[in-house]
């Protein structure tokens, strides 16, 4: 029974897990080849490693260690601020590699996506692992960055396979494979099964993904509710899970948080740091043609207690000029001169679809149309030439004190450094990424 496949089809399905190695440490070795080699780690700005090269993981460097219990485990440690702009252009230029191989891309995270390959062996006159070793080798030839892969019939199952050989593993799980990969991988390791769920299974003497897989419907449907029917399903080789091509549209909110360094209590720096982040937000609302309703402001302090304040607004909006005025409001009454703070956020709530915004008896239809096309004048600009490109005056303090923009020579090397495709003149439009702290 243990050696007997749960499936006798090998392909029916071909899905890809893409997961890039080290991703922030790599684009810093991609950034700098003086790095490539070396242990190195991204983070400083928040005091812990954030990203870790394999040199350093090889050192004994963990994630979210802090700086000094890393230095001391390795003491030739290279610690750079982390550059996020970079490290959004090395992933957009991976997803456009990826969609030159098949349109089903999904972005599951910055660096790491899922391929639908099913069907594109004729079109690349080639077996699927062929096909999943062309997209590697361009990867690596063109942004100098590696990439495992997990090859196999279903998502849950790419995901388990991506893990298998790290870094620039590749690793496929036919059909008629999977039980050989299952049968000692212990169930807490499969994607979407929890620890409690885990230990739920314990408790029904089921501890290997091949015994949850192995066990008949009944069982299942008795023990267990959708979403890990769904996993089940999975693991038996039959795909459940599509590879979405569409951009999440259902946010319930959006929120930007900026870590700099050193800690500042300059009123006009800090505001322009929560000025930036309510930009970008506002940028990432428009995109998906929503408008808040609430606005929540954000200081963290040094000693990384959290203070803010929530502000009902008076018309929903994702326009930065019109938020201006509650950010301010919020920021005053948060804001303590005598208080060092390390970051600021603002978080977009209450989102609604723009297109349902009902207009108040006395609001000024000249002046909300007129500020429509303004933002989407702005909204172009910043498409063809780069985020930011248009900025408000309130966020500028951000970009002139250089202070705090790290310890490479001042400025991130995505400020002084050009990537394949760009000029002075014209830098490629980058997605926001989100900064958790």
């Not at 388990?160 to 494979?177: D, M, N, Q, V, Y």
């Not at 091949?210 to 693991?235: M, Q």
Request: charged share 25%.
């Amino acid at each position: 029974m243990q050696n007997q496949p749960l499936t006798i089809h090998s392909w029916p399905q071909a899905i890809a897990h893409v997961d890039a190695d080290a991703f922030f440490a790599s684009c810093e070795q991609a950034v700098d080849p003086e790095l490539k080699g070396k242990p190195v780690i991204t983070g400083k700005e928040r005091g812990i490693v954030a990203a870790a090269s394999y040199e350093a993981k090889a050192k004994g460097v963990k994630r979210a260690t802090n700086l000094f219990q890393a230095k001391k485990v390795c003491p030739d440690l290279i610690m750079l601020p982390s550059d996020y702009e970079t490290y959004s252009l090395f992933s957009v230029r991976m997803f456009e590699i990826f969609r030159r191989f098949s349109p089903d891309v999904e972005e599951y995270s910055i660096d790491e996506a899922f391929i639908d390959l099913t069907g594109l062996r004729r079109s690349f006159h080639g077996s699927y692992k062929s096909i999943v070793r062309k997209i590697q080798t361009t990867v690596e030839k063109e942004l100098d960055i590696t990439v495992s892969v997990g090859l196999s019939v279903s998502k849950v199952l790419a995901k388990i396979a991506s893990k298998h050989k790290k870094p620039k593993g590749l690793t496929a799980i036919p059909g008629r494979e999977i039980h050989r990969y299952l049968a000692n991988l212990p169930v807490d390791k499969v994607w979407g099964i929890g620890a409690n769920t885990a230990a739920h299974l314990r408790k029904l003497g089921v501890n290997t993904a091949l015994k949850f897989a192995r066990k008949d419907e009944e069982f299942v449907k008795k023990h267990f509710t959708k979403p890990h029917i769904e996993i089940w399903n999975e693991l038996n080789g039959r795909s459940i899970y599509p590879v979405t091509t569409e951009e999440r549209s259902d946010y319930k909110s959006i929120s930007k948080v900026k870590t700099f360094t050193p800690a500042s209590n300059d009123e006009i720096f800090v505001f322009a740091q929560l000025s930036k982040n309510l930009e970008n937000a506002c940028i990432k609302a428009r995109r998906h043609n929503l408008a808040a309703t609430r606005l929540i402001v954000l200081l963290r302090r040094q000693d990384f207690r959290d203070f803010g304040m929530e502000l009902k607004l008076s018309r929903a909006t994702a326009y930065p000029a019109e938020l201006f005025g509650p950010l301010r409001e919020g920021f005053i009454k948060t804001y303590n001169p005598k208080i060092l703070y390390r970051s600021t956020g603002v978080v977009l709530a209450g989102l609604i679809p723009a297109g349902s915004i009902q207009r108040g008896l006395f609001d000024d239809v000249t002046r909300i149309a007129e500020m429509r096309e303004i933002y989407v004048a702005v909204d172009k600009i910043s498409k063809k030439f780069g985020k930011h490109t248009i900025l408000h005056g309130s966020s500028l303090p951000a970009r002139l004190q250089a202070q705090h923009e790290g310890e490479r020579n001042n400025n991130p090397g995505r400020k002084t450094e050009l990537f394949k495709g760009e000029n002075k003149r014209q830098r490629l439009g980058l997605p926001l990424v989100r900064i958790k702290v």
